[in-house]
């Protein structure tokens, strides 16, 4: 008989799948997968020997394995590839930040967004990752930093996939994390990055929950902005700044717009001006990102004038815009990279 896994269940669920169990084993359970790092039942030594052996028999903890890991230069950055038990790959980045420790995981196997400077999307979707396996990302990055009596501090959903894809695992592992017997993490700690899927960005309003909108933007207009991201034919600048809008006013919470920076492409002073334009009014910032080339695309890296004057530009025109801290220098960087690299 397949046994069941344990691990990604709330509280009530544990509480249901071992109901046979006063309900307190079910809490001392729930403490000992997400908060004390257990991935087996061998480790919970406040249970008794026959009731671990008994758990053994009819139930699972399954977390993602280490294929392997980069680490960069400065030591600031680890990439971790992680196995599902499907044998399904996926990236894990942990950043040692200024103000704390951040980690950035996926929510899918691959990506089919088709962004054109993008490595996630060469290889195509494979599937979404379930609520234990985004979970499981998290937990062995916590159960990593927790060797070094260090913890989690902020998560960035941005890594592989695209998050409002997979919205209702995706919504239902947030809530179980925030959760006291997890890790308890304030909502306001929590980033999620979309390329404007915007029927879920008004989802997302719903769900009252104040997390951090980014959405990817890339472009400043229309045209431009659908020959490098095909979900632009979907959704256009101007529903998508709307639904960003509107995440904004509804939520007080202010909405981050990423731009990635393409040598020749979309850096020019005209580009800064057509999108301060865009944005003028909005409760947002831009988030100035230099692309980290991929092998397989042909965008370069723009030259450091160029984005010191795409910078000055915005914030001289009444948007609030920073360039974002390189990190990872001396591995594979952009993401997907990694991935990738390990599937050739």
């Known amino acids: 008989m397949e046994k069941i896994n344990l691990f990604g269940l709330t509280l009530p669920e544990l509480e249901a799948?071992?109901?046979?169990?006063?309900?307190?084993?079910?809490?001392?359970?729930?403490?000992?997968?997400?908060?004390?790092?257990?991935?087996?039942?061998?480790?919970?030594?406040?249970?008794?020997?026959?009731?671990?052996?008994?758990?053994?028999?009819?139930?699972?903890?399954?977390?993602?394995h280490l294929v392997t890991q980069q680490i960069s230069d400065d030591k600031l950055t680890t990439k971790f590839l992680l196995?599902?038990?499907?044998?399904?790959?996926?990236?894990?980045?942990?950043?040692?930040?200024?103000?704390?420790?951040?980690?950035?995981?996926?929510?899918?196997?691959?990506?089919?967004?088709?962004?054109?400077?993008?490595?996630?999307?060469?290889?195509?979707?494979?599937?979404?990752?379930?609520?234990?396996?985004?979970?499981?990302?998290?937990?062995?990055?916590?159960?990593?930093?927790?060797a070094e009596n260090q913890k989690?501090?902020?998560?960035?959903i941005m890594g592989t996939g695209e998050p409002l894809i997979n919205f209702d695992n995706l919504i239902k592992m947030?809530?179980?994390?925030?959760?006291?017997?997890?890790?308890?993490?304030?909502?306001?700690?929590?980033?999620?990055s979309t390329c404007g899927i915007v029927p879920e960005i008004y989802?997302?309003?719903?769900?009252?929950?104040?997390?951090?909108?980014?959405?990817?933007?890339?472009?400043?207009?229309?045209?431009?902005?659908s020959a490098i991201m095909p979900i632009n034919s979907a959704f256009g600048l101007s529903k998508?700044?709307?639904?960003g809008d509107d995440y904004g006013k509804k939520t007080g919470r202010r909405v981050t717009y990423e731009y990635i920076l393409l040598g020749g492409v979309n850096d020019t002073e005209?580009?800064?001006?057509?999108?301060?334009?865009?944005?003028?009014?909005?409760?947002?910032?831009?988030?100035?990102?230099?692309?980290?080339?991929?092998?397989e695309r042909d965008f370069i890296r723009p030259t450091n004038k160029a984005m010191k004057k795409f910078f000055h530009f915005l914030n001289t025109h009444g948007i609030n815009a920073t360039i974002r801290r390189e990190m990872g220098a001396g591995i594979d960087a952009a993401c997907g990279q990694l991935r990738a690299k390990n599937l050739d």
């Open 270 to 295: 005209e580009h800064a001006r057509q999108l301060s334009k865009i944005l003028a009014g909005q409760l947002a910032n831009v988030n100035l990102i230099p692309v980290n080339p991929v092998s």
């Open 174 to 192: 947030l809530r179980l994390l925030h959760g006291s017997y997890t890790l308890g993490l304030s909502y306001r700690k929590i980033t999620i």
């Open 17 to 64: 799948e071992l109901s046979n169990l006063p309900k307190f084993r079910a809490k001392q359970i729930a403490a000992w997968i997400y908060q004390r790092g257990a991935n087996s039942f061998d480790a919970m030594t406040d249970l008794s020997k026959d009731l671990r052996a008994e758990l053994a028999e009819k139930f699972s903890i399954e977390l993602p």
């Open 152 to 156: 989690i501090d902020t998560l960035v």
């Open 83 to 146: 196995k599902m038990s499907d044998g399904a790959a996926v990236e894990t980045v942990l950043m040692r930040q200024d103000y704390g420790n951040s980690i950035c995981i996926s929510t899918q196997v691959g990506c089919n967004m088709g962004c054109k400077f993008c490595a996630s999307t060469l290889k195509g979707l494979e599937r979404n990752l379930s609520v234990s396996e985004m979970l499981g990302e998290i937990i062995f990055v916590q159960n990593f930093l927790a």
């Open 203 to 225: 989802r997302l309003i719903e769900e009252d929950m104040p997390v951090t909108l980014s959405i990817s933007l890339h472009a400043p207009t229309d045209n431009l902005r």
């Open 240 to 243: 998508v700044l709307k639904a």
